[in-house]
């Protein structure tokens, strides 16, 4: 098992400008069903990853 350790006094690097991460930007997307955001460094607007919120019915 991985052990995870929170660290409130450090923050990420976007891995394309190598800017200090103290905010991420999202986006919500059109989707058919549920909701889907697109998160991106609010630095160079590079795109970090995209998330999928399903609804309570759908598990």
């Not at 052990?3 to 986006?27: A, F, G, M």
């Not at 909701?35 to 995209?50: A, D, M, Q």
Request: glycine share 6%; net charge positive; charged share 25%.
């Amino acid at each position: 098992m991985i052990e995870c350790i929170e660290k409130p006094d450090e923050y990420p690097v976007c891995p394309h400008c190598s800017q200090k991460l103290d905010t991420v930007w999202c986006r919500q997307l059109n989707a058919f069903l549920g909701k889907r955001y697109i998160y991106f460094c609010p630095h160079c607007r590079k795109t970090l990853g995209v998330s999928h919120r399903k609804g309570f019915w759908m598990g």
